[in-house]
């Protein structure tokens, strides 16, 4: 019989479980400093973190920090990130997003919910990442493999949006968790509990799965 989580401990026992499959969940993408992060995670929508990490060792060396990408040409680096997603829109973004942070922050990225959404092409989840994995302030950021696996595991309603999901787990989950338990329910949404073909007879919560129970839910 499935049933939603109904408090801290529910969802205690999902990532302790989650955790045993994958204990060094931790974020895949490589950089070297908070401008890095914020550019990667910015190309990597949408797109594998592995095929961000292929375009970013030339985009970085070419364009360091916010100073030499805010003036870089667009053409030239919609060229370096090219193999990957909605690189278009993505080359016009980063550059404008640098000169933001150039001449409102003085070259150096936010630290702020706020004034980083401010940033063209930042979103809330870009944000959320920053903060957490850049600034080490505690966030959750929900991307589309966290807001699915907590649609799935019944700790939110398939109703939720994202709002509701980041604000839901950040209810169920102690702040000095939230930075381990988005890497783990990224990484069962990632690698285990997939889009199109999870794998559900092995999952540990088969039993209590609302996917896996509800035929209605499944696409």
Not at 39 to 64: H, R
Not at 65 to 81: C, G, P, Q, T
């Amino acid at each position: 019989m499935v049933r939603m989580l109904k408090n801290k401990a529910d969802l205690k026992v999902i990532l302790d479980e989650i955790e045993v499959l994958f204990p060094n969940a931790g974020c895949e993408l490589i950089y070297h400093n908070i401008f890095e992060l914020l550019i990667a995670v910015m190309l990597s929508a949408q797109t594998t973190d592995k095929s961000v990490n292929v375009v970013t060792p030339s985009l970085f060396e070419k364009y360091p920090n916010a100073f030499m990408l805010s003036n870089a040409e667009y053409e030239d680096v919609k060229e370096i990130i090219k193999r990957i997603g909605l690189s278009n829109v993505k080359a016009k973004n980063i550059i404008a997003a640098s000169k933001m942070i150039v001449e409102v922050y003085d070259g150096n990225v936010p630290n702020t919910l706020e004034e980083l959404i401010k940033l063209p092409g930042v979103g809330r989840k870009t944000a959320n990442v920053v903060m957490s994995e850049g600034y080490k302030i505690p966030r959750i950021a929900v991307d589309t493999h966290v807001e699915r696996v907590s649609k799935r595991l019944g700790i939110v309603p398939f109703s939720a949006d994202v709002l509701d999901v980041e604000e839901r787990l950040m209810d169920l989950i102690d702040q000095d968790k939230w930075h381990k338990s988005h890497h783990l329910l990224l990484f069962f949404g990632r690698y285990f509990c997939l889009a199109k073909k999870p794998n559900c007879e092995n999952c540990f919560y088969k039993k209590s799965c609302h996917y896996l129970n509800d035929k209605n839910l499944q696409d």
